[in-house]
């Protein structure tokens, strides 16, 4: 099997002198080109040029490796991404944002490595406690969530990459407590209307944990 590293789709400094670097992290059923809307942002701010904004494809989507030997699990995706952001040969402080199941991974990440990374940003982070994990409610709230997937692919649902994602990082019931014991400074940053992400447990999240901040916004996830 190929070294473990997930693949850069985009990778910008516009100044060619880059202050900060900030990699950018997908979700699940999806790929680095979640971000695409944001190139034109990027490009156009002038006050973004000294940023180098890199993006990645997870072990399983997009351009990086795909094998059903693959766990699809915590210590695989952390260690690709280690690895990925080790072949930036960067110097400047470390920014990494994920978006839904990235959350978790860029979050895991961090409680490894707390002293690689300056910021976490999270985009749509799923909070879900253990008693959530519990409720029958939460069953069939990720019943609805497949279905809507099926809706655009109803392939990617019978893919190892999305089965074991499932299983081994999206219901990891030790994900909250993680998040909650961070020591990099967080930014949280969820949809009023967003119906995924237990968003109930943002308060009692940010009372543990001064590091983390929350950013309401209109939308869904």
Same mark, same amino acid.
């Given at each position: 099997?190929?070294?473990?590293?997930?693949?850069?789709?985009?990778?910008?400094?516009?100044?060619?002198?880059?202050?900060?670097?900030?990699?950018?992290?997908?979700?699940?059923?999806?790929?680095?080109?979640?971000?695409?809307?944001?190139?034109?942002?990027?490009?156009?701010?002038?006050?973004?040029?000294?940023?180098?904004?890199?993006?990645?494809?997870?072990? +399983?989507?997009?351009?990086?490796? %795909?094998?059903? @030997? !693959?766990?699809?699990?915590?210590?695989? &995706?952390?260690? #690709?991404?280690? *690895?990925?952001?080790?072949?930036?040969?960067?110097?400047?402080?470390?920014?990494?944002?994920?978006?839904?199941?990235?959350?978790?991974?860029?979050?895991?990440?961090?409680?490894?490595?707390?002293?690689?990374?300056?910021?976490?940003?999270?985009?749509?982070?799923?909070?879900?406690?253990?008693?959530?994990?519990?409720?029958?409610?939460?069953?069939? +709230?990720?019943?609805?969530?497949? %279905?809507?997937? @099926? !809706?655009?692919?109803?392939?990617?649902? &019978?893919?190892? #990459?999305?089965? *074991?994602?499932?299983?081994?990082?999206?219901?990891?019931?030790?994900?909250?407590?993680?998040?909650?014991?961070?020591?990099?400074?967080?930014?949280?940053?969820?949809?009023?209307?967003?119906?995924?992400?237990?968003?109930?447990?943002?308060?009692?999240?940010?009372?543990?944990?001064?590091?983390?901040?929350?950013?309401?916004?209109?939308?869904?996830?």
């Amino acid at each position: 099997m190929k070294k473990l590293q997930l693949t850069n789709t985009y990778d910008v400094c516009r100044s060619g002198k880059p202050k900060l670097c900030v990699v950018m992290i997908h979700g699940i059923a999806s790929d680095s080109t979640t971000y695409n809307a944001a190139h034109e942002y990027f490009e156009a701010e002038e006050q973004l040029k000294d940023i180098r904004f890199v993006k990645m494809d997870l072990l +399983g989507a997009g351009l990086s490796l %795909k094998d059903d @030997a !693959l766990n699809y699990d915590y210590d695989e &995706q952390v260690t #690709a991404l280690h *690895n990925a952001i080790a072949e930036l040969k960067s110097d400047v402080p470390l920014v990494l944002v994920g978006h839904s199941l990235g959350t978790f991974i860029v979050t895991r990440y961090a409680s490894i490595y707390p002293d690689e990374v300056a910021r976490l940003i999270l985009i749509s982070p799923p909070v879900y406690t253990r008693e959530d994990y519990s409720n029958p409610l939460f069953k069939v +709230g990720m019943e609805a969530f497949k %279905k809507s997937i @099926a !809706l655009r692919n109803a392939d990617v649902l &019978q893919e190892k #990459a999305f089965i *074991n994602s499932m299983n081994n990082i999206v219901m990891d019931r030790n994900n909250y407590d993680v998040l909650a014991k961070i020591k990099v400074p967080t930014v949280i940053i969820y949809g009023g209307e967003d119906q995924l992400i237990a968003s109930h447990n943002i308060p009692g999240l940010l009372k543990k944990n001064s590091l983390i901040s929350a950013i309401k916004t209109k939308g869904r996830h």
